[in-house]
């Protein structure tokens, strides 16, 4: 047999390379989290929660390049306990933290608790954080190098809505797209993935939209003519069969809710949710493009979330912070090289508190004993692998909420309750709970829910 010297030359390579990188010993994967603020899952185009034109192609081709998540919960439907719950590992029901004004620091638990980035800096990751990723318990600070989110200033003139207050309010930005805060994260993201790296990076860039307000550059507002934009369905008798601490929860919202209604801007304000959305799209898709162009695109797990839902005028409330499917339903997509398939899709029902298990499984990290949730690896082989169903999302004082593939049932401290049966009501119009046909499922669910004498009490009283 006669070798080329070309031939000797590349086996040689190749022996050496194996010698310098042994089988089982390559660098553990990268990772790069992606989070959008207060982002629904109107772009997996769900037909029972929009039935409108989305524009998203970046966020909707990284699903179709991994595995999406059409049934994955938030713990609990507000920035605050949402974000600390994922990062600190430690339930909402074990913290106390159950809404936006809770008292972080005093947490017993959450005083302890080793962060998901100290854990991956401790396994000697190197972690660069850009945006909105914390917000209230932060967690040590182990960061390489971080920028945090800060506000557009809103255009001057405003509010610019009739009906606009505070940062309730939408309308074309006085901006450039490259002035704007989460332009500006992006860049510092694709910065880092244009970087030689010797250690394995975790990469997190979180953009603060589509929070309100809703001020983007015009163009993102004429892709959705007014007269094509869809409005939400929306039941006037829906709160006939909900219990009245369920009016309490919405209390705060109904009149911001029913002066957008009344001033006939419904359609406006979701054209300006869309359009906000498509920006968010246009800057998850800058920052995917550099990975995809860089070296690490074959090494690199990537995962998209949203913190929670959104309500655009259901059950008459605007915003997060309810228990319903508009509010914890939220956004996850995994594509982990080497595991999911393209096109994968799967309708089980999963945790954001997953994510700090399934990471640490992913990169072979051991677990902290403090660190609640499931990994959802075995998911992430196989989206139709046998799975206890269920997600639970808590909010206020101790209220509760399970959702397994049929079903919501929501439990409140008080002993009040709400039953929707997804197969035949897939807006959670009407409650069963009182319909003596469900009553085995009622008692079944509530049994999966912690028992309220051992939730953590909420840290501040009174919800707002
Ligand atoms: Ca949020
Ligand atoms: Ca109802």
Redesign the pocket.
Known sequence: MNLSPKFLTLALISLSLMVAHPVGAEQRMNVLLLIADDLNTWILEKPERYSGKVVAPNLQKLGESGLVFSHAYTASPFCVPSRTSMWSGVSPHKSGVYHNQSNVAASAPLKTAQSLFETFSGAGYSMYGYGKITHGWRGKDVWDDKQGHKRDPRPPGAPVQSVGKGEQDWGPIHLTEEEMNDTGGANKTIAILEQEHEKPFFLVYGTFNPHMAWFVPQKYFDMFPLDEVKTPAL?P??????PPIGDEVVGGKRKFTQSVLNAGLHKSAVQAYLATTAYVDVQHGRVLDALAKSPYKDNTIVIFISDHGFHLAE?DHWQKGTLWEEATNSMLMCRVPGMTKPGGSTKRCVSLQDLYPTLLDLCDIPRPAHVDGRSLVPILKDPDVDWESTAISYLYDQYASIRTGQFRYIRYKDGQQELYDHKRDPH????EADNHEYAEIIKKLANRLPSIDTMAPQLVRTPK
Not at 237 to 242: G, L, T
């Open positions: 039941n008798n829906d709160f006939d069969d909900i059950k959670e119009w009407k409650n």
